[in-house]
C-alpha cells in the first residue's frame, strides 16, 4: 500500500507505481475524479468508481515497460484544472496493491490508520525473523549433532550385521604431494556408502573442499561432501563423501575426487567397499 499527498511538491519516483501482470491495483483518491490509461484496450481488466480505479496489467506488458495513468479531479475545485499524471512500471511478480492519493492534507485519520498498518507489518516481520532464527539454530544443532544409533535404526540404514567398514592405510602415490591422505575408511549400510578420508595440509594455504564426487565403474553416485572444518597448514583434517548405494551395491572399485576453489584436488582410484 502506498500512500501519495499531491499538496506536497512531487519527485519523479513517487509518481511511479509498480504494476505487474495478473495482479491487481488500485487507485483512490479523496475526491470524485477522472482517470484515463494509456493503451487501456491491452489491459486484462479495468474497473471505475466515483472516486477511483482498479486494473489488472495487460497480460503482454514486459518487464520495465511503462504506461501513463492520468487522472482529473472533477468537483469543480482549483485542482481539477490540472492533470496528475502517473507511471504504471511493469515488474515481474510485484505490484502495489493499494495506492492512496490525497488532493488536500491528509487527515488525521489516515496517519493513525497509517501508523497501526506498519505497526503490524513490524510485528509480522518480527515474528517471521524470530521463526526463521529458530529453524537455523535448529539446522545447526541437526548439522553438529552426531548421529546415534537410534537414527541409524529408525532410518532403516543398519543391517543386522551392523555397518561395514574397511579402512586402508596411507596412499603412497599422494605423499609426496600438498595434500596427502593418511587414511582412508569405506562403509556400507542398508542404503548409503561414505568414505571418510583423512587429508593432511603440507602447503602454506588452507585447505577447503568446495566439491566432490564418487564414481564407481564411471558412474558417479548421488551424494554429498561434509568437512568438519577448513584444513590448516600442518593440519590433517576429516572429509566425509556419502552416497546412495542400497543393496550390495557398488560393486567395483569406485574413484574419489575432492577440489578446492583452486588448483589443488584429490583423486583415489580403487577405493573399496566392504
Not at 510485528?123 to 544409533?149: I, K, T
Not at 553416485?221 to 557398488?250: F, M, N, R, Y
Request: net charge neutral.
Amino acid at each position: 500500500m502506498r500512500r501519495i499527498e499531491l499538496s506536497l511538491p512531487p519527485t519523479p519516483a513517487e509518481r511511479e507505481l509498480c504494476v505487474s501482470p495478473g495482479l491487481l491495483t488500485g487507485l483512490l483518491f479523496d475526491a470524485p475524479v477522472h482517470v484515463e490509461l494509456q493503451d487501456e484496450v491491452r489491459f486484462v481488466e479495468v474497473s471505475r468508481g466515483r472516486i477511483g480505479i482498479s486494473f489488472v496489467p495487460p497480460r503482454d506488458m514486459v518487464e520495465g515497460e511503462r504506461l501513463r495513468l492520468t487522472a482529473r479531479f472533477v468537483d469543480g475545485g482549483a485542482a481539477s484544472r490540472e492533470d496528475i499524471t502517473f507511471t504504471l512500471v511493469a515488474h515481474s511478480g510485484r505490484a502495489t496493491h493499494q495506492v492512496e492519493v490525497y488532493r488536500d492534507r491528509r487527515t488525521r485519520e489516515s496517519f493513525q490508520q497509517e501508523v497501526a498498518q506498519e505497526r503490524a507489518r513490524t510485528q509480522h516481520l518480527s515474528e517471521e525473523n524470530q521463526r526463521l532464527r529458530g529453524e537455523v539454530e535448529r539446522m545447526r544443532a541437526q548439522v553438529n549433532q552426531p548421529v546415534g544409533l537410534r537414527t541409524l535404526i529408525t532410518s532403516g540404514l543398519l543391517k543386522d550385521q551392523g555397518v561395514l567398514v574397511r579402512s586402508v592405510m596411507g596412499y603412497e602415490e599422494l605423499q609426496k604431494r600438498e595434500l596427502s591422505v593418511r587414511r582412508i575408511s569405506c562403509y556400507r549400510s542398508e542404503k548409503n556408502v561414505a568414505v571418510a578420508v583423512w587429508v593432511s595440509n603440507s602447503g602454506t594455504e588452507p585447505w577447503t573442499v568446495v566439491g566432490g564426487s564418487l564414481a564407481v565403474n564411471d558412474k558417479p553416485l548421488e551424494g554429498l561432501v561434509w568437512q568438519a572444518e577448513t584444513i590448516a597448514p600442518g593440519k590433517t583434517g576429516l572429509v566425509v563423501v556419502e552416497a546412495e548405494g542400497p543393496g550390495d551395491s557398488p560393486q567395483g572399485d569406485a574413484t574419489l575426487s575432492l577440489w578446492e576453489a583452486g588448483p589443488r584436488a584429490v583423486n583415489l582410484r580403487q577405493v573399496a567397499f566392504p
